[in-house]
C-alpha cells in the first residue's frame, strides 16, 4: 500500500509539474504572440504610409519633367535663337526679345510655386544668356559665361532634345539653398541652348505623421539623409547617420530596425535622365527591445481567463451547444446575425399578416477602405459599423450583416413605410460621421433600400428581395434612402445595358458632349469661368440625364475612361477660347477615382503639353464627399495638381460630412455654395445664416466663393451684400452647347460695353 501510495503521489507531482510548465510556456507563447501582432500593426502603418510618400515623390519628379517639357516648347526661345544678330548682341540690345525670355522663366514660380528659386536661358557654349532669382532678372553683367562646368551642362546636352535631366542635390549658388536641378535642351536655326531651372530640395520635405512616424529622403549612395521631416534640408544632409546601412545592403524595397528605428524603405534609383538614387525611408520608434517588451500581468491574467472559460466551455454542453447555434446563425467578425437567422426572424414577424419593415444598407467604396488601408482596418470599419446601427436602431429591432462584405439589414417588426424611411435615415446620419480607425479618419457614404410588408411583399423572400432592388436604385440615383418601386424593379439587365452603350459612347461626338455654364463676378459682372458638364444624347433611350449614368460609371472602373474623354474635350475647348484672345477658364468635375488614381497627376498635365494650354485655365471641381473618401491619399494628388497651376475648387459645400480640419489643409482655391441652400436663402433664415457663414469661413481661409443656382435678381443682390464673389445659375444662363455659349458670351459682353 505504501507503494502505490508513493506512485500515486509522484504521479500527481508529475501531472502539476506538466500544468504548470504547459502554463509558463502558454504564458510566454501569449507575449510572443503579442509582441508579433503589435510589431505587425506598425509594419502595416509604416508601409501605408510609405506607398503614399513615395508616390509624392515620383509625382514632384513627373511634374518637374512635364514643366520642363513645356517650357522648352516655349516660342519664346526658339524666336530669340531666330532673331537676327548674334547672342552677345542680342544680350547687351536687351529690350522686347529678352523681356519675353526673362518673363518665361519668371513664369515659372507660377508653375511650380514655392519651389523655383533660380532659372536660367543658357547657349550651347555654356554663356548665360538670361537668368531669373527669386523672380528677379539679373542685369547683363552678372551673367555667368562658363555654365559648360555646371554638372548639369553636358549630361543635358549629351540627352538631346526632347529629354529632361535631373542633377543630383547641391547648393545654389544663387539662392544658396539645397537643391535638385532639371534642364532640357532647346534648338532651332542652328542654335542649341539649355533652360535649367533650379527646384528646392526642402520642398519634397514630408509631414510627420501620428506614431512618432517621421519620413526621410536618403542619399542611396552616402548614407546621408537629404529630407527629413524631423531636421532642417541641407544638400550635404543633416548628419542623421541611422539610415547609412541602407547605403551597404538596402535593396530595393524592405522593412528593417536600424538602431532604435523601425524603417519601411524604398529605392528610387538613377536613371539615364535622372542623377538621383534615393531611398524614401519612413520611420518610427521599434516596438519594444526584446521579447520581455509583451511578457506582462495582463497577458497572464488573459491567458489564465482563456484557460477558465476553455474549461468551463470544455464541461458544460449546454454552453457548447450554444455556441454551435450561435456560430450556425450569426456573423463571426461582428457578431450580428446572419442572413439565416435575419430570413427566420422576418418570417416570424410577417406571420399572421403583420406588418414589417425591412431595410438593406450598403458602405460605398468599402472595397477602396481594404484597397488602401488593408483587410485588417476594413475589418475594424465593419465592426465599428455594425455597433453604431445596433445601438441607433430602435428597440425590438433586428440588424444583421447579410452579405460577404458590406451589406447589413435592418429589422423592423409592425413598422408602416413613414417609420422605416425614418430609422433609414437616422441610420444613415450615424454613418456618416467620420470614423477613427487606430490612427487613420475614415468617412464613409451609405445608400439603404427598404421594403414593406404587406404593400411589398408577404414572405421573407419577396421582402428581401424587394428591399434589395430599391438599394439599387438609391445607388444608381446617388441618393440615400429608396423605397421599393415596382416600375424600377429588374433593372439589373437595363443598368448592364446601360454600361455597355455608355462604354461605346465614350470617344464618339455624336453621343456625348460638353454644354458650359458661365459664372459671372458679382463685382464687376464680367465672365470668370465655365463649369463642363456633360451630355449624353442616346440614339434610342433620347436624354439620357447624368444623374443616371454618372453614378453607374463611377460603380465601375469605366468613370476613369470617362472623365479622360470629359477633360479632352473640355481642355481643346479652353485652348479654343483662348487662342480667339477671350481665355476662359473651364472647371471639369471629379470622381473618388481620379483622386485615387496615382497615374492622373501625369495624365493631365500631360493632356495640357499636347493642347499647350496653360494650367490656370483648368479648373478641377471635388465634392467634400470625394475628397474625404480617402484624405491622405487624395491630398497627394490634389497638392501635386495644385502645384502645377492648377485651380481646385470645393463644390457643393455644405452637403457633405468632411471633417473641417481635413478641409482647411485642403489645396483649393475657391469654395462652391450648393445651390439648394442659395435657393432657399430668400424663405428660410437658416439657409441664410448657413450662406452667410460659408462666405465668411471662405474669406477666412484665403477662398472665393462661387454661390450655385441663382435664378433671379433678388438672390444676386443678397448674395452680392453677403460679399459673395461668383454667381452661376439659370438668372444667367442655362448650360449650353460650346456654339451657343460663344453666342452669349459675345452678347454679354457687349452689354456690359452699353452699361459701361
Known amino acids: 500500500m505504501i507503494g502505490w501510495s508513493a506512485v500515486i503521489r509522484h504521479a500527481r507531482a508529475a501531472a502539476f509539474l506538466t500544468g504548470l510548465l504547459v502554463l509558463v510556456f502558454s504564458v510566454f507563447s501569449s507575449a510572443l504572440a503579442a509582441r508579433d501582432k503589435q510589431v505587425a500593426t506598425q509594419d502595416h502603418a509604416l508601409d501605408l504610409t510609405l506607398g503614399q510618400q513615395v508616390a509624392a515623390v515620383r509625382n514632384y519628379f513627373e511634374q518637374s519633367r512635364a514643366i520642363a517639357e513645356v517650357l522648352a516648347d516655349s516660342p519664346v526661345f526658339i524666336d530669340f535663337f531666330q532673331a537676327p544678330g548674334t547672342t552677345a548682341e542680342k544680350i547687351a540690345a536687351g529690350g522686347p526679345l529678352l523681356q519675353r525670355v526673362q518673363d518665361a522663366l519668371a513664369y515659372l514660380e507660377q508653375l511650380y510655386p514655392g519651389r523655383v528659386g533660380e532659372a536660367c536661358f543658357v547657349d550651347g557654349d555654356g554663356r548665360q544668356i538670361a537668368r531669373v532669382v527669386d523672380g528677379l532678372p539679373t542685369t547683363a553683367a552678372g551673367l555667368r559665361q562658363y555654365e559648360s562646368k555646371t554638372p548639369y551642362f553636358n549630361p543635358t546636352l549629351n540627352l538631346g532634345p526632347e529629354r529632361v535631366y535631373q542633377t543630383q542635390a547641391y547648393e545654389s549658388p544663387d539662392t544658396h539653398n539645397a537643391v535638385i536641378s532639371n534642364s532640357i535642351v532647346v534648338t532651332a536655326n542652328g542654335h542649341t541652348g539649355i533652360v535649367h531651372f533650379e527646384i528646392a530640395l526642402d520642398s519634397f520635405r514630408m509631414p510627420a505623421t501620428s506614431g512618432g512616424r517621421a519620413a526621410s529622403i536618403i542619399d542611396a549612395g552616402t548614407g546621408n539623409v537629404l529630407v527629413d521631416s524631423r531636421a532642417e534640408t541641407t544638400a550635404g544632409g543633416n548628419g542623421d547617420r541611422t539610415f547609412a546601412p541602407l547605403a551597404v545592403h538596402g535593396g530595393l524595397a524592405g522593412m528593417t530596425t536600424l538602431a532604435d528605428r523601425r524603417v519601411a524603405f524604398q ?47 470544455g464541461l458544460s454542453w449546454r454552453s457548447h451547444s450554444r455556441s454551435v447555434r450561435r456560430a450556425a446563425t450569426h456573423d463571426p467578425l461582428t457578431g450580428l446575425p446572419n442572413r439565416a437567422l435575419f430570413t427566420e426572424r422576418t418570417q416570424a414577424a410577417l406571420r399572421g399578416g ?3 419593415a425591412a431595410l438593406i444598407v450598403n458602405l460605398r467604396g468599402f472595397r477602396n477602405v481594404n484597397d488602401v488601408l488593408g483587410h485588417r482596418h476594413g475589418d475594424l470599419l465593419l465592426k465599428e459599423v455594425a455597433r453604431r446601427l445596433a445601438e441607433a436602431a430602435p428597440a425590438g429591432a433586428t440588424v444583421a450583416r447579410i452579405g460577404g462584405a458590406d451589406d447589413f439589414a435592418v429589422l423592423l417588426p409592425g413598422a408602416d413605410l413613414a417609420q422605416a424611411r425614418a430609422t433609414a435615415e437616422t441610420l444613415l446620419a450615424e454613418l456618416h460621421r467620420t470614423f477613427l480607425i487606430e490612427d487613420f479618419h475614415v468617412d464613409v457614404e451609405a445608400n439603404a433600400g427598404l421594403a414593406a ?3 411589398h411583399g408577404a414572405d421573407a423572400q419577396t421582402l428581401l428581395r424587394h428591399a434589395d432592388a430599391a438599394l439599387h436604385l438609391a445607388k444608381e440615383q446617388a441618393s440615400g434612402v429608396q423605397q421599393y418601386d415596382p416600375a424600377h424593379d429588374g433593372n439589373t439587365a437595363s443598368r448592364l445595358e446601360l454600361l455597355g452603350d455608355l462604354r461605346r459612347a465614350i470617344g464618339t461626338d455624336d453621343q456625348l458632349s460638353l454644354h458650359y455654364q458661365p459664372k459671372v463676378s458679382l463685382a464687376t459682372g464680367r465672365v470668370t469661368g ?34 479622360s474623354h470629359v477633360l479632352e474635350l473640355a481642355v481643346r475647348q479652353a485652348k479654343i477660347w483662348a487662342q480667339r484672345g ?11 477615382r481620379c483622386l485615387l488614381d496615382p497615374g492622373f497627376t501625369a495624365q493631365v498635365f500631360g493632356l495640357l503639353y499636347r493642347t499647350g494650354l496653360p494650367a490656370h485655365l483648368l479648373k478641377l471641381e471635388i465634392t467634400e464627399s470625394v475628397a474625404m473618401a480617402d484624405p491622405d491619399r487624395a491630398l497627394t494628388v490634389l497638392r501635386a495638381l495644385h502645384d502645377g497651376g492648377i485651380s481646385l475648387s470645393i463644390d457643393d459645400f455644405g452637403t457633405g460630412h468632411s471633417s473641417m480640419t481635413y478641409l482647411q489643409h485642403l489645396p483649393v482655391d475657391e469654395l462652391k455654395i450648393d445651390k439648394s441652400f442659395v435657393q432657399a436663402m430668400a424663405n428660410s433664415h437658416g439657409d441664410a445664416v448657413l450662406v452667410r457663414t460659408a462666405i465668411t469661413l471662405a474669406h477666412n481661409l484665403g477662398l472665393s466663393v462661387v454661390a450655385e443656382g441663382v435664378e433671379d435678381e433678388a438672390a444676386v443682390a443678397a448674395l452680392r451684400e453677403l460679399g459673395c464673389d461668383v454667381a452661376q445659375g439659370y438668372h444667367y444662363a442655362r448650360p449650353m452647347p460650346a456654339a451657343d455659349f460663344d453666342e452669349w458670351f459675345t452678347a454679354h459682353a457687349a452689354g456690359m460695353s452699353v452699361d459701361a
Not at 518610427?284 to 511578457?295: H, I, K, N, Q, S
Not at 443616371?548 to 470617362?562: D, G, K, N, Q, R
Not at 477671350?582 to 473618388?592: F, Q
Open 582 to 592: 477671350t481665355p476662359i477658364p473651364v472647371a471639369v468635375n471629379l470622381s473618388t
Open 267 to 313: 529605392r528610387l534609383p538613377a536613371t539615364l535622365n535622372n542623377a538621383n538614387d534615393w531611398y524614401v525611408a519612413v520611420s518610427a520608434p521599434v516596438y519594444g527591445l526584446g521579447w520581455t517588451r509583451g511578457f506582462s500581468v495582463g497577458s497572464l491574467a488573459l491567458l489564465l481567463g482563456a484557460l477558465v472559460t476553455i474549461l468551463i466551455s
Open 453 to 455: 410588408a404587406p404593400e
Open 354 to 356: 403583420r406588418p414589417a
Open 530 to 563: 465655365a463649369e463642363a458638364l456633360i451630355r449624353w444624347q442616346h440614339p434610342q433611350r433620347g436624354r439620357v440625364f447624368p444623374d443616371v449614368f454618372i453614378p453607374t460609371a463611377e460603380s465601375t472602373s469605366l468613370i476613369h475612361p470617362l472623365t
